[in-house]
Nanobody, 124 residues
Framework: QVHLVESGGGSVQAGGSLRLSCAPS?????MGWFRQAPGKEREGVAT???????TYSDSVKGRFTISKNNAKSALDLQMDRLAPEDTAVYYC?????????????????????WGQGTQVTVSS
């Protein structure tokens, strides 16, 4: 078991940016960022595997960037051009089952070691 800790959430206006961080980053695993809005299921946002292949959901592609911050042993999520529909609690997690394909599918059921989450609120 790994205790993941997210940070960097906050409140911004639409069009703004935030950078989330999750520590520690485990380079030998697929790791991902997920989010859950009130009344909705947890959904995959972005994942990065052990050889730094990244996957993004269609809703954030071109606006969010997932990366490994090796200096800090952290997993970052740069979020630009934020929109009100991005409002959610954001979680990081490690893949626990499945192979490379599962990493790209971003099914929350294949991930574990969930952090406590960090709130992102985007106002219009």
């Amino acid at each position: 078991q790994v205790h993941l800790v997210e940070s960097g959430g906050g409140s911004v206006q639409a069009g703004g940016s935030l950078r989330l961080s999750c520590a520690p980053s485990l380079s030998t695993y697929c790791m991902g960022w997920f989010r859950q809005a009130p009344g909705k299921e947890r959904e995959g946002v972005a994942t990065i595997n052990s050889v730094d292949i990244t996957t993004y959901s269609d809703s954030v592609k071109g606006r969010f960037t997932i990366s490994k911050n090796n200096a800090k042993s952290a997993l970052d999520l740069q979020m630009d051009r934020l929109a009100p529909e991005d409002t959610a609690v954001y979680y990081c997690a490690t893949q626990e089952r499945g192979g490379w394909h599962a990493c790209m599918q971003m099914n929350a059921g294949d991930f574990g070691n969930w952090g406590q989450g960090t709130q992102v609120t985007v106002s219009s």
